[in-house]
């Protein structure tokens, strides 16, 4: 079950109409990652091209037998394989959360805002002449598919679609009986984006990894299992979204949590510092649950807050795949970061 959150979320961007909340979302991404949109920065993560840049030692279990240098590795006798700059030829996935916790938020963007802020700076740092982008999102109604294409007319559809889908909402509480119909959770996406990604590229999962999230901290959430066998294929990139209304309390007296899959209400009052300990020590807890399933996953994982510098944190996180990349073969490569 998901953790209870508190029924309110800043406007943010949803004062505007979908169009200008698009050229605004669309100059915001351009301008703050504009260093990493030219030049050497060509794709979010490192990862096999076609471009040659060199040699490397070989790496058992994960390089490609097909990328063996034979000419390098006769003459040290050590095996080794073509290094390549980013793939000029990308299809990137998209697998975006829009259930209904994804609707709060308690800073200058809500948590499906932000999931739009990143699904737009995935869009422009894989574009480029050749790549495509596809994407599933996840809603109350169902899973909308949107095929894999390439160019920014196709990415700005996509965006416009986020930003105009109706927002979804808890539904109303009925003691003792369940909802008719089951809208899809994170590992239904993910079952059905490993059916479809059959060339190998890049994977995205933008969510607050919730979905499923077992009481006992061992036990393995039920959309582990997907992700990583999608990171046997593919680079998987998983952007965990939160707000820091879910990570603590403040004390603000009496309040209502609504649990946003079921609809369920509790009253709680913040005033109580016992009660704000206990919740900011389960939330820490949680949050490390998810960190490491997403590590069991050898997916990468980007944390995004709803009152951070999420254009910062993305600079970030690219440079640091990027160092990673280039270190010796000799240091350390791990999947989550």
């Given at each position: ?144 598919r949107f095929p894999a294409r390439s160019g920014r007319t196709h990415l700005l559809a996509l965006l416009r679609a986020l930003l105009a889908a109706p927002r979804a909402t808890a539904p ?166």
């Amino acid at each position: 079950m998901r953790r209870a959150t508190a029924a309110h979320a800043d406007p943010g961007l949803a004062e505007l109409a979908p169009d200008q909340r698009l050229r605004r979302l669309e100059l915001t991404v351009t301008r703050r990652l504009n260093g990493l949109l030219h030049g050497q920065y060509r794709g979010l993560l490192p990862g096999p091209g076609s471009e040659p840049a060199g040699s490397r030692e070989y790496r058992p279990g994960e390089d490609e037998v097909r990328r063996m240098d034979w000419a390098v590795t006769a003459r040290t006798a050590v095996p080794h394989v073509r290094q390549v700059d980013a793939d000029r030829e990308l299809t990137t996935w998209l697998l975006v959360d829009g259930s209904a916790s994804m609707e709060f938020g308690t800073a200058e963007l809500d948590k499906r805002e932000l999931a739009v802020a990143a699904v737009a700076a995935v869009g422009f740092l894989t574009a480029g002449v050749g790549n495509r982008l596809g994407a599933q999102v996840l809603r109350a109604d169902g899973v909308r598919r949107f095929p894999a294409r390439s160019g920014r007319t196709h990415l700005l559809a996509l965006l416009r679609a986020l930003l105009a889908a109706p927002r979804a909402t808890a539904p109303t509480e009925r003691p003792g009986r369940a909802p008719t119909v089951r809208p899809p959770d994170l590992a239904d996406g993910l079952d059905a984006l490993h059916r479809i990604a059959n060339r190998r590229g890049l994977v995205v999962v933008v969510s607050d990894f919730l979905d499923g999230l077992p009481d006992e901290p061992s036990q393995a959430a039920p959309w582990e299992r997907t992700m990583r066998r999608l990171a046997v294929r593919h680079q998987v990139l998983a952007i965990e979204v939160t707000d820091p209304r879910e990570l603590e309390l403040p004390d603000v007296g009496l309040i209502t949590l609504v649990d946003p899959e079921t609809g369920r209400h509790r009253e709680v009052s913040t005033s109580d510092r016992g009660l704000r300990e206990r919740y900011a020590e389960a939330a820490a807890a949680q949050r490390e649950q998810v960190h490491q399933a997403l590590r069991r996953s050898g997916a990468t994982h980007l944390p995004l807050r709803t009152d951070g510098d999420w254009s910062a944190d993305i600079v970030r996180h690219v440079h640091a795949q990027r160092r990673l990349a280039a270190a010796p073969s000799g240091q350390p490569r791990g999947g989550a970061a």
